[in-house]
C-alpha cells in the first residue's frame, strides 16, 4: 500500500490532485484542506507516508503586497513544519512553487524561493517543481477569468508575458514528482504567450487598467521534468471554451 499525505487538497490543484490519485489502486491518501497559521491537526496523527504533497498556502502575489505577514505564515512557517514531518516519516517532500520564486518582485516570490532554499537545506527527501501560470476550469486566473467574463481587464499594457500549463498537465507531473530524482525541477512549457493575446483569443472587448504592483512582467519555464510534457495549448483552449 502507498501512502500519500495532500495539504492543500480542496485547493484548486489538490483537488484535482486528489481525484486523480484516488483512482489509482493500492494507495492510502490523506488529506487535509489547508493549514492555519501553518498548523493542522491531522498532520500530527499521519503516522506513515512515502510521499507529502505540499499544496496549502498563500498563493498570489497581489494579496502578498497587502498583507506580507499572512504570506510569510501560510508559506514559510507551513513548509518548514512539512519538512520536520517528512524527515520525521522518511517521506519524499513534493513542493510545487512559482516561477515568480525566479527573482522575486513580491513578498509571494520571495516566500516561494525561501521555501525552496529551506527545503534544499534540510528536507531529506524532495521534488521541487517550479510551475508556470496553471490554467483550466480555475476559479481565478487570467485565462479563466476572460473566459468567463463579458470583457478582458488588462492591467497593465498587455505586453506581460507567461508560460500557461493546463492544470490536468500539472497534475501529470506531480504524480511524475513521485519517482523522479530528488531535486527541483521546472513544469514549463518554454512557450511566452502575451497577455494581450490571450485576451485577442476570446474575441472579446478589451480593458485596460494601470499595472498592478507586484506582478512579473515576463515569466517563462522550462521543462525540465523527465517523462512529462504540457499537451494543452492556452490559446487553443479559449477559442474552444468560448465557442461554448
Not at 77 to 106: C, D, Q, W
Not at 173 to 198: F, M, N, Q
Request: net charge neutral; charged share 25%; proline share 4%.
Amino acid at each position: 500500500m502507498y501512502n500519500a499525505y495532500i495539504t492543500g487538497a480542496s485547493g484548486y490543484i489538490g483537488k484535482k490532485l486528489y481525484n486523480h490519485l484516488f483512482l489509482e489502486p493500492n494507495i492510502n491518501l490523506l488529506a487535509c484542506s489547508d493549514l492555519k497559521d501553518g498548523r493542522d491537526a491531522k498532520s500530527y496523527y499521519v503516522k506513515e507516508a512515502d510521499v507529502i504533497f505540499h499544496l496549502a498556502g498563500q498563493s498570489g502575489a497581489i494579496p502578498s503586497m497587502q498583507d506580507p505577514i499572512n504570506d510569510a505564515e501560510q508559506n514559510i512557517m507551513t513548509t518548514l513544519r512539512m519538512i520536520v514531518l517528512a524527515n520525521s516519516l522518511g517521506a519524499r517532500l513534493i513542493f510545487p512553487t512559482s516561477g515568480a520564486s525566479k527573482e522575486p518582485e513580491s513578498p509571494y516570490g520571495l516566500s516561494k524561493k525561501t521555501c525552496e532554499e529551506y527545503i534544499k537545506m534540510l528536507c531529506n527527501d524532495y521534488v521541487i517543481l517550479r510551475l508556470s501560470s496553471v490554467f483550466g476550469e480555475k476559479p481565478r486566473g487570467v485565462v479563466d477569468t476572460f473566459i468567463r467574463e463579458r470583457q478582458c481587464m488588462i492591467y497593465g499594457d498587455g505586453n506581460a508575458i507567461r508560460d500557461f500549463v493546463h492544470v490536468n498537465d500539472i497534475v501529470e507531473a506531480l504524480t511524475i514528482a513521485r519517482t523522479a530524482p530528488c531535486g527541483e525541477y521546472e513544469a514549463g512549457s518554454g512557450k511566452g504567450v502575451k497577455i494581450i493575446d490571450i485576451a485577442t483569443a476570446t474575441g472579446k472587448q478589451i480593458k485596460f487598467e494601470p499595472k498592478r504592483e507586484g506582478e512579473k512582467e515576463r515569466v517563462i519555464l522550462e521543462n525540465t521534468l523527465t517523462g512529462w510534457s504540457p499537451k494543452v495549448d492556452v490559446i487553443n483552449y479559449i477559442k474552444e471554451q468560448c465557442k461554448k
